[in-house]
Nanobody, 113 residues
């Protein structure tokens, strides 16, 4: 079955950086457009970034454009999210998946001084 395991979250100060990873299995990763989502406490889940199956067609939410970078390694079936210049409002659980209805359990990112 589809498995998506996110990692790399943690506590970071404002202005800091983190790189998230997502290990995928159970489907043909190299054929799938992949996304990062995030959900903050008490808020609706938000789409953050997406990348085409071949690594092109990259798009970002306005709130993270210029600070976050999505990438993938099809040989390893892994998805990444490099997050720079983190802000307190980036605090959320970050989840990966080919769609909003198919995501992993997530990794917590907390931005606080």
């Amino acid at each position: 079955q589809v498995q998506l395991v996110e990692s790399g979250g943690g506590l970071v100060q404002p202005g800091g950086s983190l790189k998230l990873s997502c290990a995928a299995s159970g489907f043909t990763f190299s054929n799938a457009r992949m996304n990062w989502f995030r959900q903050a406490p008490g808020k609706v889940a938000e789409w953050v970034a997406g990348i085409g199956s071949d690594g092109r067609m990259i798009m970002y939410a306005a709130s993270v454009k210029g600070r976050f970078a999505i990438s993938r390694n099809n040989a390893k079936s892994e998805l990444y999210l490099q997050m720079n210049d983190l802000k307190p409002e980036d605090t959320a659980v970050y989840l990966c998946g080919p769609s909003a209805g198919t995501r992993g359990q997530g990794t917590q990112v907390t931005v606080s001084s």
